[in-house]
């Protein structure tokens, strides 16, 4: 929740965070620590167990899912909280936040979102994602939520835009 809160309070709506967190820390959703977070994790066992019955996730998340009944699979759910954390990212990289935009720049934006927030650790951070599903795709998907949410929070940032018109790498300059 401290991560959500500091990325939102430096880059403002674009990472605004949803605020059933606030509900999930209140309620004891801690993670592995408190045993329960997004997933179950029973004491001894091996894996986790996502939050998948219906009745539950709606108590957990302040209120009835029926606004995403179109939409039930944890797939969506993925996408919604990752894809802008992603173009975040590339916005990043193309600011030269990180230094010089290319492969270095980009590995170490990875490696500060893996270590800092643990976001997409198991894609090697956001932009090794960024570089395996391509930048056409990234955009496809993004303007997709956008028109499913009607929410400016999926708008594709205009350096992800050229990177698909221009078909090149997260490695590359733009």
Known sequence: ????????????????????????????HLGRKSGRGFHLHPKGAKRSEPLTDPVE????????????KPYPDLDYIARRL??????????????????APGKFAAQQIDVAMVHGSGSLAMHAGPISFAERLGAQKLVDELRQLCDQTRSGLYQPSQSLIDRAKRSISFYERL
Do not use: H, Q, W
């Not at 996730?57 to 995403?68: C, E, H, K, S, V």
């Open 1 to 28: 929740m401290e991560v959500l809160k500091t990325l939102s309070a430096a880059y403002g709506e674009r990472m605004n965070y949803p605020t059933f967190g606030l509900k999930l820390v209140a309620d004891g």
């Open 57 to 68: 996730l709606a108590a957990t998340f302040a209120g009835d899912l029926r606004n995403l």
């Open 82 to 99: 990752t894809l802008p954390l992603v173009d975040e990212a590339i916005r990043c990289l193309d600011e030269g936040v990180a230094g």
